[in-house]
């Protein structure tokens, strides 16, 4: 049971990211998926969600228009399209959903 994020890295200003999410050991399809980043020092903060069947989305004001969040529930995966990066955005990104957390995936917005 477990939640497995991928594709952080270090990108330039401007570019983008796609974060993965692979779940297992709990049916995903029931299941509000969310993305949350984290700076040091910062609380956690809760970037996208979206619901069991990917009808609703919905984001934090600092990454709308730039951040799509969306899921495919056969293959048992969240994603986290980010583009238009900017330096503030650099956090380690968590994936949460059931009653699980990932490990974390570091995203670095730098020149």
């Known amino acids: 049971v477990q939640l497995v994020e991928s594709g952080g890295g270090l990108v330039q200003p401007g570019g983008s990211l796609r974060l993965s999410c692979a779940a297992s050991?709990?049916?995903?399809?029931?299941?509000?998926m969310r993305w949350y980043r984290q700076v040091p020092g910062k609380e956690r903060g809760l970037v996208a969600h979206?619901?069991?069947?990917?009808?609703?989305?919905n984001y934090a004001d600092s990454v709308k228009g730039r951040f799509t969040i969306s899921r495919d529930n056969a293959k048992n995966t969240v994603y986290l399209q980010m583009n238009s990066l900017k330096p503030e955005d650099t956090a380690i990104y968590y994936c949460?959903?059931?009653?699980?957390w990932g490990q974390g995936t570091q995203v670095t917005v730098s020149s």
């Open positions: 050991g709990f049916t995903f399809s029931n299941y509000v």
């Open positions: 979206i619901t069991s069947d990917g009808g609703r989305t």
């Open positions: 949460q959903g059931y009653t699980l």
